[in-house]
């Protein structure tokens, strides 16, 4: 039997090479996480699967803690619930001695849930019902307050607490990188934050406590961060000053970038991107440079995706291969944007569960959804995938199963492997009734014939 044409295709490869998308940072192969092949993940928990790693979220917070510690000696941290707050990832951290730094009611609650004291939690965000005001204040937790409406509100929430309660802001300032984050908290630059300040000294409810910041998300220059401790500390001497309050603690957040690889960087994540230890320098270098020894506050970090991202992996299957009209190779994978969100803005690090020889040549893979832009990897430089193989997405640990949306398919399950090698589910993967069970169809919609 004469066999069916099939139309070559010739299509320039330039993978490898700098040009606008950045260097190919996906090439590689991997059989095993920590030892546990990746078949038994896909076997025991389904396709597609979170991974994470006890092990390794262990000793990057004792890693960056120990630095900080020995850096500055009121050193403080505090776990970023938005980053990851699967239960699991938070009660190690709290093990290891962290507080819960929350950004709202819903998270506030999970902390305490898990037996977080409410005097161990930091109270952020820009939203933060007075219902949930009450409980913080009344739990003791350290509230920081993000605008003007916030503080009437809290105001009436220490009225109906029936004391007065303690309080710090959150400020924003230029510190050199934009876009500003000017959106949260009250403007160093045009006396805003100095006014809210003022606002508070007035109140016959509210005491000034602290001042947060947070500069803003996957920052790579440390030096934004000196600026912020340079003009966060000017302001506390201002306030110190002019209303005898006394700042206890500065909060200078998170934003500190992990081995992800930013869509339009030209050099792979091990050289762009500055080790933790620069930023923790410039933090508390310039905190020493600035303050007396009978000056120094508790100094809080809320550092989570450098804590937490390389210990995540993301394991999906390739169902389907296809050619696209420009002969570009592309993949049908069972993990997509609904799981992925973070992938708008970084190009994962791609290895497959085998060696497999051919011609490796740019690719794309594509999610499961019924949508044009379910787009995991706009490029993956690949040797010819059979259906069936398995895709290792990395780094997965920060931002993806908070973010993540019941969008088309469920949710998969999240596995950990503890430190003795054991590997655990600590979250199954959604079935209907997890969907449907808030629910209510009314009677008269019940019935119906087709």
Not at 103 to 119: H, I, M, Q, T, W
Not at 131 to 141: I, K, M, P, Q, Y
Not at 251 to 278: C, I, M, R, W
């Amino acid at each position: 039997m004469k066999k069916e044409y099939i139309k070559p295709y010739i299509k320039r490869q330039s993978a490898g090479v700098m040009n606008k998308f950045g260097v190919t940072y996906n090439k590689g192969h991997r059989e095993d996480i920590e030892g546990i092949p990746i078949g038994r993940f896909t076997d025991e928990f389904g396709s597609p699967v979170f991974v994470l790693s006890e092990k390794v979220i262990r000793e990057r917070y004792r890693k960056i803690y120990s630095y900080f510690s020995s850096k500055y000696p009121k050193a403080k941290m505090s776990w970023s619930y938005k980053t990851n707050y699967l239960g699991a990832v938070c009660s190690i951290l709290h093990q290891e001695g962290e507080t819960a730094e929350v950004v709202s009611d819903f998270e506030y609650e999970k902390a305490r849930s898990l037996g977080v004291p409410g005097n161990r939690i930091i109270y952020n965000g820009p939203y933060k019902p007075l219902d949930s005001l009450v409980t913080a204040f009344t739990d003791g937790a350290m509230v920081n307050l993000d605008n003007f409406d916030e503080i009437i509100k809290a105001e009436e929430a220490a009225k109906k607490v029936g004391k007065k309660v303690s309080v710090g802001i959150r400020v924003n300032m230029d510190t050199g990188v934009y876009p500003q984050w000017s959106r949260f908290g009250f403007p160093i630059e045009n006396n805003g934050a100095f006014n809210a300040v003022k606002r508070i000294s007035h109140s016959e409810h509210l005491h000034l406590e602290g001042i947060h910041c947070h500069i803003g998300t996957f920052m790579m220059d440390p030096n934004a961060y000196k600026e912020a401790v340079k003009k966060v500390v000017q302001l506390m001497r201002k306030i110190e000053h002019e209303f005898e309050i006394t700042i206890s603690y500065l909060d200078f957040g998170g934003g500190f970038p992990s081995n992800n690889k930013l869509k339009g960087t030209y050099l792979p994540p091990e050289v762009a991107v500055q080790p933790v230890e620069n930023f923790i320098d410039a933090v508390a270098d310039t905190l020493l440079d600035e303050l007396a020894p009978d000056e120094y506050p508790d100094v809080y970090l809320e550092t989570g995706r450098a804590i937490v991202d390389e210990a995540g992996w993301l394991i999906s299957t390739v169902d389907a291969v296809k050619r696209l009209p420009d002969g570009t190779k592309s993949y049908i994978i069972d993990a997509g944007v609904n799981l992925l969100y973070t992938s708008a803005w970084y190009n994962y690090k791609v290895e497959i569960d085998r060696e497999l020889h051919g011609a490796y040549e740019n690719s794309i893979l594509y999610g499961p959804l019924c949508m044009n832009i379910d787009v995991v990897a706009e490029s993956a430089f690949l040797p010819p995938l059979p259906k069936g193989t398995r895709i290792i997405l990395s780094p997965m640990g920060a931002y993806n199963v908070t973010q993540w949306m019941q969008f088309i398919r469920y949710r998969p399950a999240v596995a950990m492997i503890m430190e003795d090698g054991k590997l655990e589910q600590i979250r199954r993967a959604e079935k209907l009734e997890d969907i449907t069970g808030p629910e209510f169809v009314p009677d008269k919609l019940r019935k119906f014939n087709l």
